[in-house]
C-alpha cells in the first residue's frame, strides 16, 4: 500500500479503538487523510491495520452510560458497513476528531446517487470527461487514473454503476429464468408475508431479562440476555422497523425461522416492541471468526482448522442453496463460534429466496472485498457467489485479511473484477490440497467454480481437525485480546 496515501495527513493521533464484538479497546495510532481514516498498532508502522472510508459516514457522540466510558464516539461507514467505537483522551480531542471526521464525510456528498447516469465518456488528457461529477471524485479517492480507466472502461464503468447502488441502496431488477439447480421444488414464487404473520405476541418480551449490550452495527445492536422458558443465556438482536427495511426483515425471518441445520444459528423468536422495534432471538454463540483474525499473527490458524471452518461453512450452505436461497454475504464477520468448537453462519439480512420467477438475481448487496465478479459487474448471478466469498474468506484466515484490505472499496470492486485476486503470498508454504481448494472456490468463470455439494468432496476436506480441537485457538485469541485491551 502506498505511504502517500495518508502523506501529509489532516489530523493524526493516539485514540482508543474498541474489538467487533468481545469489547476489547486497543491504543491505535489514527490518520485521517482526506475521505479516509486509516489506523495503525503503532505510530511509524509502514502498513496500517485497518482502513475506514469516510464517504457519507455518520458520526455521533456515545453518552457515558452507553459504553461506560469517557469521550466516546461512534463511526458508522456504509462504504463496509461497520460500526467503529474510538475512544478519546479529552473532550476537547473527542469534539476536534469528529468535526475533523464530518468534514471527511462530506467531502464527496454530492447529487442524489439513484439517479441514472447517461454515461459518454471522453478521455482527454486532462482526465475523465463525460462522467458524473461524484464518479470522477471517486474515481480519483479510489487512486484509479486516467491508464487503468482507458485499459478497462467498459469494465469500470459497469462496476461504477454498481458501486453507486452499493453506496445507495437501490438495484437494478432481478433477470429473467434461467435453469435451476436441482434439489426440493423450487417455490413459483416469492410468499407475501407480513411481520405480524412472522412474529409472536408482544409480550413475549418479559421472558428475557438481564440485558446486557455486546454490539452494535447498522442493522441493529445485539444483547445478551437469559431467557425464562430456556433458563439460560441467549442473544437479542434489536433493529428499528422502518419502511425501507420492513421487506427486508420479513426475508430475513423467513428464511431464519425455516432453516434448521447443526451448522445454522438456531432461530428462537422474535415479535415487535413498542410498535417500531423488532426483537429476534437466537441461540447464545460466545463469538465469531473475526475475534480470532483479529490477533493475527499472534494467534494464527492452521491448515487443519482453517479446513473445519470451511467444511462446516459448505455443510450450512449446501443446504441453504439444496432449499433454493443465497446467503450473499459470507465473511468472517458471518461465522460464529462457540467454547464447544461448533462453528455456525448467522445474519440472513441480504440472503435471497431464488424462485420460478427470479431463478437468477442481479441486486447488488454484500460486502465489498468479498464479493464475486459478476455481483459486481452486475450481471445475473446464482448461489455460486457464496463460494466465491468462502473462497476469500479462507484467504483471510490463512493471511489476515481478505485482498485489497489496504484500498478503498471502489478500487478494491475495480481491482477483482480487472486483476482478479492475487496469489498467496508465500503460496509454498501451504500444503497442495489448501492451494487447489482455494484456486476452486476463486474460479472466475461460473460454470467451472464448483458447489457446495461438489466441494464436501474435496480432498482438502480431509485435513479437517475435530470440533474439540478448533477450541484452544478461540481461548488464545480471547487472552491476547484482553492482554492487550
Known sequence: ???????????????????????????????????????????????????????????????????????????????????????????????????????????????????????????????????????????????????????????????????????????????????????????????????KDLCSDSSNKDLYDDMEKIGEGAAGEVFIATSKQRNGPVAVKKMTINHDNVKLLCTEISIMKSSRHPNIVEFLDCFTVDHNQLWIIMELMDGCLTDVLEQFPKVALNERQTALV???????????????????????????????????????????????????????????????????????????????SLGIMLREMIEGEPPYMEFPPLRALFLITTKGIPPLNEEDKYSPALVRFYARCLEKEVEKRPTAEELLTDPFMNMCCSGPEFVPVIAKAREVAEAEG
Open 310 to 388: 470451511c467444511r462446516e461453512t459448505l455443510k450450512s450452505l449446501a443446504y441453504i442453496h439444496k432449499n433454493h436461497r443465497i446467503h450473499r454475504d459470507i465473511k468472517s464477520d458471518n461465522i460464529l463460534l462457540n467454547s464447544l468448537g461448533e462453528i455456525k453462519i448467522a445474519d440472513f439480512g441480504y440472503a435471497a429466496q431464488l424462485t420460478q420467477e427470479k431463478q437468477k438475481r442481479r441486486t447488488v448487496v454484500g460486502t465489498p472485498y468479498w464479493m464475486a465478479p459478476e455481483l459486481i459487474r452486475g450481471h445475473d448471478y446464482g448461489q455460486k457467489v457464496d463460494i466465491w
Open 1 to 195: 500500500m502506498e505511504q502517500s496515501l495518508w502523506r501529509d495527513p489532516d489530523r493524526e493521533g493516539f485514540l482508543k479503538k474498541q474489538g467487533h464484538v468481545v469489547k476489547n479497546w486497543k491504543n491505535r495510532w489514527f490518520i485521517l487523510k482526506n475521505t479516509n481514516l486509516f489506523y495503525f498498532k503503532k505510530k511509524g508502522d509502514p502498513k496500517p491495520q485497518g482502513e475506514i472510508p469516510l464517504e457519507g459516514s455518520n458520526v455521533r457522540k456515545v453518552n457515558d452510560k452507553e459504553l461506560k466510558r469517557a469521550y466516546c464516539f461512534e463511526l458508522y461507514s456504509p462504504g463496509i458497513e461497520k460500526t467503529f467505537y474510538i475512544q478519546a483522551s479529552t473532550d476537547s480531542e473527542m469534539d476536534n476528531w469528529m468535526k475533523a471526521l464530518q468534514n471527511g464525510s462530506s467531502i464527496v456528498v454530492g447529487a442524489p446517487s439513484n439517479v441514472k447516469h447517461h454515461v459518454h465518456v471522453d478521455l482527454t488528457a486532462t482526465g475523465f470527461e463525460g462522467l458524473p461529477a461524484e464518479w470522477k471524485t471517486w474515481l480519483i479517492t479510489a487512486g484509479i487514473d486516467r491508464e487503468d480507466f482507458i485499459k478497462n472502461s467498459d469494465t469500470m464503468i459497469e462496476v461504477l454503476q454498481q458501486y453507486d447502488n452499493i453506496r445507495d441502496g437501490s438495484a437494478p431488477k432481478p433477470a429473467g429464468e434461467e435453469d435451476s439447480d436441482d434439489g426440493p421444488v423450487l417455490p413459483k414464487s416469492e410468499m407475501s408475508v407480513s411481520l
